[in-house]
């Protein structure tokens, strides 16, 4: 007998994993949480349906999304992370010794519980004592602080479904007074590549947009998702992702890494034409 | 998380033995639809139509069929011996009706699908002919001048309490109307709005009481109170109270179809007879869709409103909490229930009072749809309204309140310079049907103060006059409705489209 997870990447086109067993099948308050384990791409982390994470390729994900903006602004003290309950990116931050206080808001309590228990490889530093988690709505955690934070993350699931309200303009404007007078915002930005994501990749874009001197969009490769070009949006107030990269600060670290380095980092900004005319709204 | 989108399981078994308490007082068994039933034996038969509707099960139009789907179209059928005929019901449409009755404590219930219009219209109609008096609130929607009109009944208003700093119109005070009452003993009956559209009620059972004793009927515009049937702790209904018709607007807080309502008659009304008044202006061809959104919307109340109306009023509360917390914004409830004018406050209702903001109700309306793609109920003024239900989910009211709280910083202005006078008592001179139908002139609207009007204006929503037939206009009032048009309400009832000429008695 065999098993093969599908994800549908759209109505037409399919993705399938070969599954060697289901350790996890379970109905939370929000959403359908399954845990696979894969003969080729290790354990993997399924929402309502949806491809969340693979261990095989999961730093790629978490270490963009972090060291990015990690490089650009050395002074990053205070760190909140919405959504991402598997704990992956918090994984990453707790890399850094300057961060001092990590918050992360996570609606679903159930996907931290299964994360800690059947995918130790992304949650493993969910009980650092700088990290503090807070099982609410992404959008109410926000709107309540003012001033607080130098970076905010995003790492949330696609607009649809318990994610949707995390790609709004209330959102976002929550985000930007949450944020201090160097805050930088970085997002989940979906793709370009399927009409229904690039349309609302380009929403998101251009609402970041309204509220930020700086917003620019990065991109990188994640082989299990959908057409494997995927973006993220670096919004900030006042550093620029490429020009005020601290380049000789982020190897002072000595982390080692397997995707990101100084020279990926310049390089995420070029973006090539598909994603350019997306966001110049020329297609 | 605050809110709860589901219950877990011992919470569900303790609502399910809540419902079944419920219906406790309910005779019939409200597990039935007996519409619904017949519509899907109908569907099972194949019957081969050779009557209207031409579009035959959607054949007929296919991009409508694509749009509203295949299974609206074929039910979209017309009165047959087997699905009775809401005209002269004796089957199942009767069987739904007793079942409706019977679920909200009537002793009869009538199916309309000209929404509660048309069972306001329906209420007036048959208590009232030419030159009969009726006693009613100002702040009546249109629907009941519009009867006024029609029927030529003469209007004996009762002016309501105003809320100053909200600048809102309020309930009836029992002692008015029972000054009314005293000073037109000929009259036939009172109209009550139960709740106003602001969610505000007045001592209905105290109105009951006096006008019941001085030989008159109580009619009640429960238009936005369909809830009070089935909930709890939510103002009294007008069958509970003792009144003796109520229009019921099920579509908007019930469940059913948009259009779709009830009109609701205790054992001192003969329905036969309002029946026939219905009938009068009633389609021969009542839609089968709202009226089977009436037989399940009921069956859905009858055995699950009570936790249905619990979560509303869980989402109403929390919401006002959190958007009184943003600052700025008054979301008014209960405390400011008084005991006479504001008797009682609806819950489930969202009002929201923006002037301290610095921005009109209308302003935010508009700020909501067009920078957030929310859509509210309405924005006046000084006040918004959100409409919440149980259909709800708790990250849509996130975004709401999250939405708001972004108004405030980003648009929130001083409060200095805007109109501070909602709502203003009229003159009446004339009555509705005289002054409609009397010779008009038709006036550049500014050169209109101290004539007497001609026709309705009002800002839809709310759907509240600010003048009818019949009425004095004043400069106030045209003040009002200058400024009403500049913040962008959209003003309806003049002939002129555009409200620049008002129609004045000659």
């Known amino acids: 007998m065999e098993l093969w997870f599908t994800e549908n990447h759209t109505d037409s086109v399919r993705f399938s994993i070969k599954i060697k067993r289901h350790l996890v099948s379970e109905q939370s308050e929000f959403q359908k949480i399954d845990i696979l384990d894969s003969e080729e791409l290790g354990r993997i982390l399924v929402l309502d349906g949806f491809l969340m994470l693979t261990e095989k390729d999961e730093y790629i994900y978490h270490e963009m999304i972090t060291h990015v903006p990690m490089s650009v602004n050395p002074e990053i003290k205070r760190v909140l992370v919405i959504g991402g309950g598997d704990g992956g990116a918090v994984r990453e931050l707790c ?54 934070y130098d970076l905010i993350i995003v790492d949330s699931t696609d607009p649809f479904g318990p994610g949707e309200g995390l790609f709004t303009k209330e959102f976002y404007g929550n985000c930007y007074k949450a944020l201090n007078d160097t805050g930088i915002l970085v997002n989940q930005h979906e793709s370009t590549f399927y009409d229904e994501y690039a349309q609302a990749m380009k929403r998101a874009h251009e609402r970041i ?21 995927w973006l993220f949006g670096f919004a900030s107030k006042k550093f620029h992702p490429v020009k005020d990269q601290n380049a000789e600060w982020w190897l002072s670290q000595g982390l080692k890494t397997k995707y990101y380095n100084q020279y990926v980092h310049s390089g995420c900004f070029a973006l090539p034409n598909n994603v350019r005319d997306v966001l110049a709204g020329r297609v | 998380m605050v809110l709860k989108d589901n219950k877990d399981s011992d919470e569900l078994g303790d609502s399910l033995n809540n419902c079944q308490l419920s219906t406790v007082n309910c005779q019939l068994n409200q597990d039935r639809a007996p519409l619904y039933e ?59 009706q007793e079942l409706a009755a019977d679920a909200f404590g009537a002793a009869n219930s009538l199916f309309m699908v000209n929404g509660a219009t048309g069972a306001v219209q329906a209420m007036i109609m048959s208590v009232c002919k030419a030159g009969d008096k009726i006693i009613l609130p100002r702040n009546v929607h249109r629907s009941a001048i519009n009867a006024l009109v029609v029927c030529g009944a003469i209007p004996v208003y009762v002016n ?11 309930g009836m005070m029992p002692e008015e109307v029972e000054l009314a009452i005293v000073q037109n003993p000929d009259a036939k009956a009172v109209l009550v709005n139960n709740p106003t559209y602001y969610g505000i009620c007045s001592d209905l059972q105290k109105i009951v009481e006096i006008a019941h004793r001085h030989g008159l009927l109580v009619l009640c515009d429960e238009a936005h109170g ?188 001083s409060p200095v310079g805007l109109f501070d006078h909602e709502y203003i008592n009229p003159t009446v001179d004339m009555p509705p049907q005289a002054a409609f139908y009397a010779k008009r002139v038709s006036l550049p609207i500014n050169e209109t103060a101290g004539r007497v009007c001609g026709e309705f204006v009002m800002c839809y929503p709310p759907g509240i006059p600010i003048l009818a037939p019949g009425e004095r206009i004043t400069r106030d009032i045209l003040d009002y409705i200058a400024y009403a048009k500049e913040k962008g309400c959209s003003l309806t009832g003049p002939q002129d489209m555009n409200v620049e000429y008002l129609e004045v008695v000659e």
Do not use: W
Not at chain 2, 45 to 55: E, L
Not at chain 2, 289 to 310: I, T, W
Not at chain 2, 330 to 337: D, H, Q, V
């Open chain 2, 160 to 170: 309501p309490g105003v809320n100053g700093e909200l600048g809102i119109p309020l």
């Open chain 1, 209 to 229: 947009k309204s509220f930020f001197p700086i917003a620019l969009v990065y991109q990188t490769h994640i082989p299990t998702y959908p057409s494997g070009q």
């Open chain 1, 95 to 148: 890399r850094f010794k300057s961060i001092e206080h990590i918050d992360l808001v996570e609606i679903d309590r159930r996907v931290v519980e299964l994360c800690r228990e059947y995918l130790p490889f992304t949650a493993c530093s969910l009980d650092d004592p700088r990290v503090h988690i807070h099982y609410e709505d992404g959008l109410k955690f926000v709107r309540r602080a003012e001033n607080e």
């Open chain 2, 38 to 96: 017949a519509m899907r034996e109908y569907q099972n038969n194949r019957v081969v139509k050779f009557d209207v509707p031409g579009h035959k099960g959607g054949r007929g139009n296919k991009t409508l069929t694509g749009f509203l789907g295949e299974s609206a179209l074929k039910n979209d059928v017309n009165s047959m011996k087997p699905l009775d005929n809401l005209c002269h019901p004796v089957s199942v449409i009767k069987e739904a």
């Open chain 2, 226 to 413: 369909t809830h009070f049937y089935f909930g709890e702790g939510l103002p009294i209904n007008g069958m509970a109270a003792g009144a003796d018709m109520a229009a019921a607007s099920v579509h908007k807080t019930g469940g059913s179809l948009t259009q779709s309502a009830i009109l609701l008659m205790a054992d001192t009304v003969n329905p036969d007879y309002v029946r026939q008044v219905i009938n009068l202006t009633q389609t021969t061809s009542a839609s089968y869709l709202l009226m089977v959104s009436l037989d399940l919307a009921r069956q859905n109340l009858a055995l699950h409103g009570k936790e249905f109306y619990a979560k509303t009023v869980e989402f109403a509360e929390y919401a006002r909490r959190e958007i009184n917390a943003i600052g700025g914004y008054y979301a008014f409830g209960s405390e400011l229930c008084n005991g006479r004018d504001f008797y009682a406050f609806d819950t489930t209702k969202l009002s929201v009072h923006t002037r301290a903001m610095g921005l009109a109700g209308i302003e935010v309306y508009d700020l909501l749809r067009d920078e957030y793609d929310i859509q509210i109920e309405f924005g006046d003024i000084g006040n918004i309204l959100a409409i919440i239900t149980g259909g709800d989910r708790a990250l849509d009211i996130e975004r709401l309140v999250s939405a708001l709280s972004e108004i405030k910083r980003l648009y929130g202005r």
